[in-house]
């Protein structure tokens, strides 16, 4: 496999979203929002619930392994193929793993030491009896330090949230000698709607390992923020970018060392490398674009694949073909300063609680909560009131 990153795109003259696309992005972020509140109300079979040994519910799958292989088949038509899929099944789990220990994969590591680190200072906000909700749980170990800690003072009750059936097996063995009730949702963040009846609140979602930045902004958030109650809290972590000032080359390396990585390159293909794919046969692309937004200059960094020769990947015993220079579109990681993290929150009602840095600058994680609105302000301004009396 050969790769490349696009030299000639630097931070002065990167590739520029034109404004035109900046409104389409808005637009489709509200059309997604309306999609899933349609997608949760006419879910077109029963979810399949698994139980374990004792007859307790232990997952339950909004969606199949069958279907997946048929998005994925309609992606690949499409010559897309988006970072979820690279989590499914053994594989997707094995290869993840190994990606996720290796030496030049350090942002979940970090991330993870900064969540130790706050630990001490979070503990106190969380209700005493809370549903801990995770939404792209992975291997889960994140999600075991706040269950150690919360158990300590509380009860709590885990939902483990991933679009991997084999991920979240994963997740749920990490925490297996905990004594919480364990259920894993297979689903994607679009079934937030559906997935809110299985969990009693107060709940804390977690959106943790830099998931945030794997999404747009306003539809992540917009979704989280449609289905959070007053009393719910959402924990979010994620990889800063440079600031402006420092951003000249310090960024650039930065995107070089994570993802031009021979295990990340491999990571990111291997969907395709299962279903018969040659690595030889490809280039792979690291593509760094500058988009402006409302929020300022925001980085996204896209990943390609160029394919070489004529060739066909097998999917459900169907053959799809791929010709000599087609372009598959892969995953994207959104690059953001906090000024700009913290924008996006306010814009979508969320307030910081608690925030923390680790001492580098690049990781970031906060403790949110839904800003209320006017009348609830008004409410309990009375209720404070009728106290004091």
């Known amino acids: 496999m050969k790769h490349e990153l696009l030299k000639n795109v630097k931070y002065k003259d990167a590739l520029r979203v034109k404004q035109g696309d900046m409104v389409d992005m808005v637009l489709n972020t509200a059309k997604a929002v309306c999609n899933c509140q349609d997608r949760a109300a006419s879910f ?3 979810p399949i619930l698994h ?5 307790t519910l232990k997952k339950i799958e909004l969606i ?6 048929a998005r994925f088949r309609e992606c690949l038509e499409q010559h897309r193929m988006p970072d979820y899929f690279l989590y499914l099944g053994k594989a997707g789990v094995k290869n993840w793993l190994k990606l996720n220990n290796s030496h030049g994969f350090l942002i979940s590591t970090r991330l993870k030491d900064l969540l130790i680190q706050s630990i001490p200072f979070l503990i106190d906000y969380f209700p005493r009896d809370l549903s801990l909700v995770s939404i792209g749980v992975g291997r889960g170990d994140k999600e075991k330090i706040l269950l150690e800690a919360q158990l300590q003072r509380g009860l709590s009750r885990y939902y483990a949230v991933d679009i991997s059936s084999q991920m979240i097996d994963e997740a749920l063995k990490a925490v297996d000698n905990l004594k919480v009730d364990k259920t894993g949702l297979v689903a994607f963040l679009e079934d937030l709607p559906l997935m809110r009846q299985y969990w009693t609140p107060p709940a804390l979602l977690c959106l943790l390992g830099n998931t945030f930045c794997n999404f ?10 449609g289905q959070i109650e007053s009393d719910d809290l959402l924990l979010l972590d994620c990889h800063l970018f440079p600031e402006q000032e420092e ?8 995107v070089e060392r994570v993802y031009r990585s021979e295990p990340d390159m491999r990571f990111s293909i291997d969907p395709l490398v299962q279903r018969g794919f040659d690595t030889d046969n490809c280039v792979f692309h690291l593509e760094l674009r500058q988009i402006e937004t409302d929020m300022g200059t925001v980085y996204r960094a896209n990943k390609q694949l160029q394919v070489l020769k004529n060739t066909a990947i097998s999917c459900k015993g169907d053959r799809i073909k791929l010709n000599s220079g087609d372009i598959i579109q892969l995953g994207f990681t959104y690059k ?10 306010q814009r979508n009602g969320f307030e910081v609680l608690r925030q923390f840095q680790s001492s580098t600058g690049e990781n970031l994680l906060l403790l949110l909560r839904k800003r209320p ?6 409410r309990e301004g009375i209720q404070s009131s009728a106290g004091g009396l």
Request: glycine fraction near 8%; hydrophobic fraction near 25%; proline fraction near 6%.
């Open 44 to 46: 077109g079979r029963p």
């Open 64 to 69: 199949t392994n069958d279907e997946l292989e």
């Open 373 to 378: 609105d006017e009348e609830q302000v008004f």
């Open 336 to 345: 953001y300063t906090r000024p700009q993290v913290e924008g996006y929150l």
């Open 51 to 55: 139980k374990n040994e004792e007859n």
């Open 247 to 254: 951003m000249e080359g310090s960024g650039q390396e930065q």
């Open 216 to 225: 747009d902004p306003d539809f992540i958030l917009a979704i989280i923020s």
